[in-house]
């Protein structure tokens, strides 16, 4: 493995001057971003995935929507579309991508939005929903064609940045540094009870710069969740076997969730953003009807079963006892506090006009 890592030094070393020229002629004002007149909030991370984006953009969603009316922007990773395309009730994760389809049906108020060109797709929020008052752009660190009025970048405890590498390596998209054009750092994963020397160590390691904020965050398992009839499943109940299947990032933070919840604990992996299909679905079948016991749970994403929903796979997908198990965020102690202030400080000194 360190061979096959030494290999690709140079790889990474290109990658790194082409990310860093373009980074180079942004900060110079060679290529300019956008700014809109409208509060825009960036949510992303220096890697490829994997620092708990979704659940971040959620806790959002819930602090502003009851003041503000929020939509949310993303590429829209994984749909076999092209384009702008406003969410709605025809909509399914090959249309908007399951990210994005996973906002819209847990939050009614909120506008739902796709377009991998940013600055277009704000337009067409402005337009199609003008009493828009704030913005959420999706995994957008990198688009820097937008000029946010404030960003937010997500890092994993288990692996920061500043501890990784540049693709192909690692799995940086840009050098460590361009974490200093982030208004605040969330470290994210963290252990529910959190060592105050360890916080302090990750701060030294991050050395935020003058005026960047950073946040602690955890992940709080809500009830498992059954995809078909909403049948939930009463907190901390023993399975004899449970079979987790997932196309995320990473899967440790549920592995560690359910394996006291049972004797058996199997998983069955897929790339992250996998398109399933009916093979993957009778994999994941056979799997399941292998497993021993009198109690056994089929268990996924929030963010997986909506790739199930669509309507090539739902019918057989039925046929399968899927359940969900959704996750939601908290801060540490009184970053919450802070952290949400900052967030509705500059939403609501950055209303426009109408």
């Not at 025809?90 to 506008?111: A, C, H, L, N």
């Not at 009025?149 to 050098?175: A, W």
């Not at 901390?236 to 919840?261: H, Q, R, V």
Request: contains cysteine.
């Amino acid at each position: 493995m360190e061979v096959l890592r030494f290999l690709l030094y140079p790889f990474a070393a290109v990658y790194g001057i082409v990310t860093g020229i373009r980074n180079f002629l942004f900060n110079c004002g060679i290529l300019r971003g956008i700014n809109h007149e409208l509060p825009v909030i960036v949510v992303g991370n220096l890697s490829t995935g994997g620092t708990g984006k979704t659940p971040h953009v959620e806790y959002l969603i819930r602090l502003l929507s009851g003041e503000f009316r929020v939509n949310t922007l993303s590429r829209g990773y994984g749909r076999r579309t092209r384009g702008y395309i406003r969410a709605g009730a025809d909509s399914d994760s090959s249309v908007i991508g399951d990210e994005p389809m996973q906002y819209y049906r847990k939050f009614s108020g909120t506008g739902v939005n796709v377009d991998s060109d940013r600055n277009r797709g704000i337009r067409e929020i402005c337009k199609q929903d003008p009493e828009t008052g704030v913005i959420l752009l999706d995994d957008a660190f990198q688009h820097r064609y937008v000029k946010a009025g404030l960003s937010i970048l997500l890092t994993d405890y288990h692996k920061p940045y500043f501890r990784d590498y540049l693709l192909p390596v690692g799995s940086l998209r840009e050098v460590s540094k361009g974490a200093r054009r982030a208004d605040i750092v969330i470290v994210t994963k963290t252990p529910r009870v959190l060592s105050p020397i360890v916080k302090r160590q990750m701060l030294s390691d991050i050395r935020p710069r003058a005026g960047q904020s950073v946040y602690f965050s955890f992940i709080n398992y809500g009830e498992i969740i059954s995809l078909w009839d909403g049948r939930k499943i009463p907190p901390g109940k023993k399975f004899s076997a449970i079979l987790l299947f997932a196309g995320i990032a990473n899967t440790y933070p549920i592995e560690e969730y359910l394996y006291p919840l049972c004797h058996d604990l199997t998983i069955v992996k897929f790339a992250d953003h996998h398109p399933y299909s009916e093979n993957d679905l009778d994999r994941i079948k056979r799997n399941f009807d292998d497993l021993y016991g009198p109690n056994k749970l089929l268990v996924t994403t929030e963010k997986d079963a909506m790739r199930l929903l669509q309507p090539k796979l739902c019918a057989i997908a039925q046929k399968l006892p899927v359940y969900y198990l959704p996750m939601e965020v908290e801060f540490h102690g009184e970053d919450k506090q802070a952290f949400d202030e900052q967030i509705l400080n500059y939403v609501r000194t950055n209303q426009r006009e109408r």
